[in-house]
């Protein structure tokens, strides 16, 4: 299949890529960038593990072209933390134990981190909803809630 | 529990680092040099002979390295479908490629021609004679004409007397009962005690339903996947996420014949498994076939919708269920029949069956078990396997009979449970047990005598229970010159068991939690480590880690006896030095330079051992209590409270308990109330999530964790398993509360809306 050229910027690193066009942005940052924290679960949009942020919006990167995001800015998880500090979200799942297996992690920080800096006073019931596209399977959410909304007070108050 | 420095507090995890910023490394983020990629040709139909495969297309595709089929397999061991395909997904062939896209766009020019046969999907069809068959030799006896064989055989082998016509008669009585043989049966279990007729003779109430529980997927959040690596000299090297790397290194040399010590499982972080990430047939024997094929490391992942076509579920069941009371609550007997869908091989957890006697004196007891062959994949564990499938026949009976009695369905259950001492029907006497401290905590916890609810609201109780697993274990923890420990292990990461054990050696060791770090080996370095499930790693390997430290101590104090001339019985570990007890001055001396000491004895360095088998374990309850408000319109539950609670035996890492606590609940919650493989005639039917809805973040509110601690007295520092129990009652919790709310009782899962709606009509409201 005749590959395209592509140039992405992800985070903060610009890359100019020849890809397929059937490559997905989430095949394009895994295996041809080698940036494996973001996951695949589901390969249909559906479970969130391989959210990432395009332009300041949060993107399930498994429904998206590699070629579609041509130009774009894109953060995944690895571009959350400082050399030396990690991402207040982050630093709450750690504290807060929003985490088990961890393969659905990525995800939902990259999400929480999306929509926390979209509305950085949200409610709980605002929260639940904004992360009703992510699916966890281990912790039952309780923790993770509990991170997110300590995470928002904390960003809150920096 | 404050008698200790690190046990028994909510530190963070081992891996927490890793987890939340990527860095942890899955199955897939695997990545060897000349990678291929596998993909799989399977079956389109649920049933099906086939008569031709015809590869030649896909062979010309560019980029396709090899095409595997089962005459690839020398061992003759079934990886493959060859003459017949008995669900919708087997695997019939598999193809390497240089891209994943390629490989699967070579599988798609593969073509199979079939002669496609009648499909059976529902257990109470397939035990039916006209019933499509999909084994030979599968028949058995129902429970009468098991009794009327037995008593047979018995007539038959006496001589002393004739008793032709008893036999005749006998006869005539197994002939009229045709109905009673099963078809399409691939295993039974039967187990009684006491006299269950005499039982209902006895009772005041008697009561018989049917209840129906669906097949679930386990849904770990990562898909299978394994990548296998064959060097020229036949050594075989996979990368496995899975809960049992040296399960899966005997059972790749058990099905292509290669020994043990040709075979290195790398385990890889797990992304979730819950039971269901310990077989290898899904991937890891195929990736190894293709990379001796090809001479190349390959890579098979699996999407989810192989998952749901191929994966291994937990088995739905029916169960028939009937129990006797008196008025004043004595329960005096249970009969249970179930069938449990097993699918194309056997393997359904049937053995769980037993557990209908819950926790419960029950004098007169009767359970058989069968497994019945569908067209679906086989089935594997999930969280106490089978036994949230049977608490939710037995606990949604209870139910009905503490309302029909006008008794309160917490007291009722108290009234009746199992104390230390007692016998359990069918089995032992009960060790020292939590169960009533349990389910009164969390009665407490919701002020159950309180309680009050408005419109279409009700509140649900149940229980259930579970035993932890034991199995082998061994592990290694040494001491470095700066005073740190490693502990060096070869199980897995179960959602917190790492962060357990490091907290364990660090106590023993006097340790800050941060100087104990731990290593996973894989097979080929690390000592043999059962299989991570059954609640089974802190326990066993709590135990392990335990015996590790003590003789590390021993050593440390060996040492230092040799250094401050002075003997072993007059010193102690404090704060990660040996010090004396008495003395005056007080001598003592750090870990660090008692290391870089052993490294010039005779002795060598510091390394304490530990290897562990078995030990009792101790049986564990999980109680739990909702309030729950149905919309009468659209039929949809609402969870307002859900209170959990859990005999742990002693709690080494309260917010990992409390995570596994609220996790397990949410999956009971989801089992009863959205989840379900649906199949009809040539498959299942919701293969994603948009048809197979799980649970998220707008789904339910937070989960009251309530952690009970009766310690077992053979666990490490008490500690019982815990991932198992708590998703045991949620089942009947949700469906119990449900019955309050609107008086109505589902006996069929899940409780969709459609289906609260039809039996709130069916009722008449």
């Given at each position: 299949m005749q590959k395209k050229p592509v140039t992405l910027t992800v985070n903060t690193d610009t890359y100019d890529l020849l890809i397929e066009p059937r490559k997905t942005l989430l095949a394009t940052l895994r295996d041809v960038i080698g940036l494996t924290g973001t996951k695949e679960g589901c390969s249909t949009g559906d479970c969130g593990a391989c959210t990432v942020i395009v332009d300041g919006k949060a993107v399930t990167s498994c429904m998206m072209l590699g070629v579609s995001a041509n130009g774009k800015e894109i953060t995944t998880v690895e571009g959350l933390a400082s050399r030396d500090q990690l991402h207040p979200i982050q630093q709450a799942f750690m504290d807060k134990g929003g985490y088990q297996c961890g393969f659905c992690t990525p995800g939902f920080i990259v999400a929480s981190k999306a929509y926390l800096d979209e509305n950085p006073n949200a409610t709980e019931a605002e929260i639940r909803h904004a992360l009703g596209n992510n699916i966890c399977r281990c912790t039952g959410y309780t923790k993770i809630i509990e991170a997110v909304m300590s995470a928002a007070e904390v960003m809150r108050n920096s | 529990m404050s008698e200790y420095a690190v046990l028994g507090k909510s530190v963070p995890r081992v891996d927490a680092l890793d987890k939340v910023t990527g860095a942890a490394q899955y199955g897939g983020d695997v990545h060897l040099p000349g990678m291929l990629h596998g993909k799989f040709v399977r079956s389109k139909h649920a049933h099906a002979k086939i008569l031709n495969i015809d590869t030649s297309e896909a062979e010309n595709l560019p980029g396709v390295r090899a095409i595997i089929t089962q005459d690839d397999v020398e061992s003759g061991r079934r990886v493959f479908a060859t003459d017949k395909v008995l669900y919708l997904g087997e695997p019939i062939a598999a193809v390497a490629a240089t891209d994943p896209d390629i490989a699967e766009e070579a599988a798609d020019l593969i073509k199979i021609d079939y002669e496609v046969l009648p499909a059976v999907q529902d257990v109470m069809e397939a035990i039916q004679p006209d019933a499509p068959r999909l084994h030979s030799d599968d028949t058995k006896d129902g429970s009468a004409r098991r009794t009327l064989k037995a008593d047979l055989r018995k007539l038959e082998r006496d001589d002393s007397q004739d008793h032709s016509a008893q036999i005749a008669e006998l006869n005539a009585q197994l002939e009229a009962l045709e109905d009673e043989v099963y078809y399409n049966i691939?295993?039974?279990?039967?187990?009684?005690?006491?006299?269950?007729?005499?039982?209902?003779?006895?009772?005041?109430?008697?009561?018989?339903?049917?209840?129906?529980?669906?097949?679930?997927h386990q849904t770990y959040m990562e898909p299978h996947v394994s990548v296998a690596d064959v060097e020229s000299t036949g050594k075989v090297t996979v990368w496995a996420s899975t809960q049992g790397p040296f399960a899966i290194r005997s059972g790749i040399a058990g099905t292509l014949g290669i020994p043990l010590n040709q075979i290195n499982v790398i385990p890889t972080t797990m992304g979730g498994g819950f039971g269901g990430r310990f077989g290898v047939a899904l991937t890891h024997v195929p990736a190894v076939l293709l990379s001796q094929k090809t001479g190349r490391p390959v890579k098979i992942q699996m999407t989810r919708e192989e998952e749901f076509t191929d994966g291994r579920p937990a088995p739905g069941c029916v169960i028939k269920l009937k129990t006797g009371v008196k008025n004043d609550g004595t329960i005096l007997a249970r009969e249970g029949l179930a069938f449990w869908d097993s699918g194309s091989v056997s393997g359904a957890s049937i053995g769980s069956t037993i557990r209908l006697r819950g926790v419960y004196k029950f004098p007169h007891l009767k359970v058989d078990a069968y497994g019945v062959y569908t067209n679906k994949s086989g089935t594997a564990a999930y969280r106490a396997p089978g036994t949230p499938q049977v608490a939710f026949a037995g606990e949604s009976q209870l139910d009905d009979i503490a309302r029909k009695l006008n008794l309160d369905p917490v007291e009722f259950r108290l009234k009746n449970m199992r104390v230390e001492g007692d016998p359990v029907p069918a089995g032992a006497k009960e060790p020292k047990v939590g169960y009533k401290e349990t389910l009164q905590a969390v009665a407490d916890a919701v002020d159950w005598k309180n309680r009050t609810k408005g419109p279409n609201q009700g509140w649900g109780?149940?229980?259930?229970?579970?035993?932890?697993?034991?199995?082998?274990?061994?592990?290694?923890?040494?001491?470095?010159?700066?005073?740190?420990?490693?502990?060096?292990?070869?199980?897995?990461?179960?959602?917190?068991?790492?962060?357990?054990?490091?907290?364990i050696v660090a106590e023993i060791l006097t340790l800050p939690y941060e100087s104990v770090a731990i290593t996973r080996g894989d097979t080929d370095s690390a000592p043999y480590a059962t299989g991570s499930g059954g609640s089974v790693v802190t326990f066993t390997m709590g135990n392990t880690a335990k015996l590790a430290a003590e003789d590390t101590r021993r050593r440390l104090l060996e040492l230092a006896a040799e250094r401050l001339n002075t003997d072993v019985e007059s010193l102690e570990l404090k704060d990660g030095e040996v010090s004396t007890i008495v003395g005056d001055p007080p001598k003592s001396i750090g870990f660090g330079e008692l290391a870089a000491y052993s490294l010039s004895t005779t002795g060598g360095p510091i390394v304490g051992k530990g290897s562990f088998a078995r030990k009792p374990s101790t049986p564990a309850l999980a109680a739990q209590i909702a309030k729950v408000e149905i919309d009468p319109e659209t039929g949809r539950i609402k969870v307002l409270k859900m209170a959990s609670s859990q005999d742990v035996g002693f709690a080494i890492n309260p917010m990992a308990v409390e995570g596994q606590i609220e996790g397990g609940t949410v999956q009971g919650?989801?089992?009863?109330?959205?989840?379900e493989m649906q199949y009809n005639e040539n498959g299942n039917v919701n293969p994603g999530f948009v048809d197979y809805r799980v649970p998220t973040t707008a789904d339910l509110p937070t989960v009251e964790s309530v952690i009970v601690e009766v310690e077992a007295p053979e666990g490490p520092f008490g500690a019982k398993g815990v991932g198992e129990p708590p998703i045991t009652p949620t089942l009947a919790t949700m469906a119990n509360a449900v019955a309050d709310a609107v008086g109505i009782r589902i006996t069929e899962l899940p409780m969709k809306p459609e289906k609260v709606v039809d039996a709130l009509h069916s009722n008449g409201k």
């Open positions: - | 691939s295993a039974e279990t039967h187990s009684a005690a006491g006299d269950v007729e005499q039982g209902f003779a006895e009772s005041d109430l008697v009561v018989e339903d049917t209840y129906v529980i669906p097949r679930v109780v149940a229980i259930g229970d579970w035993t932890n697993g034991c199995g082998p274990g061994g592990m290694f923890v040494s001491i470095h010159e700066d005073g740190s420990a490693r502990i060096f292990h070869g199980s897995i990461d179960i959602t917190g068991t790492d962060t357990a054990l490091a907290q919650y989801a089992w009863a109330t959205m989840e």
